[in-house]
């Protein structure tokens, strides 16, 4: 199982940035998939989920409205567009999935290195 996220940077409150998700070695569409973040000295936050066909998503109330999580099954993708960003978003963000192993009987939560982002003027 390989999470590698991109797109993250710097930029000014209200800017937008947009958060890919790059997925390999599971059955993507089998899974729903999540975006946490975490911020320094503060504890890791669910930012969005996504059911496994893309039809169910839901938000953290501080994103809700600016933030919109979506994927592409046919290219293994998931994709975070955060719209009106402010500095209280600046965090590391990473791309998770929890997968069912039928080997060893059991879930696994699986992690991408994470993409910095930074909100600031």
């Known amino acids: 199982v390989q999470l590698v996220e991109s797109g993250g940077g710097l930029v000014q409150p209200g800017g937008s940035l947009r958060l890919s998700c790059a997925a390999s070695?599971?059955?993507?569409?089998?899974?729903?998939m999540r975006w946490y973040r975490q911020a320094p000295g503060k504890e890791r936050e669910l930012v969005a989920v996504?059911?496994?066909?893309?039809?169910?998503?839901d938000y953290a109330d501080s994103v809700k409205g600016r933030f919109t999580i979506s994927r592409d099954n046919a290219k293994h993708t998931m994709i975070l567009q955060m719209n009106s960003l402010k500095p209280e978003d600046t965090a590391v963000y990473y791309c998770?999935?929890?997968?069912?192993?039928?080997?060893?009987?059991?879930?696994?939560?699986?992690w991408g290195q994470g993409t910095q982002v930074t909100v600031s003027s």
């Open positions: 070695g599971f059955t993507f569409s089998s899974y729903a």
């Open positions: 998770t999935a929890r997968i069912w192993s039928s080997t060893s009987k059991s879930w696994s939560n699986y």
């Open positions: 996504i059911s496994s066909s893309g039809g169910s998503t």
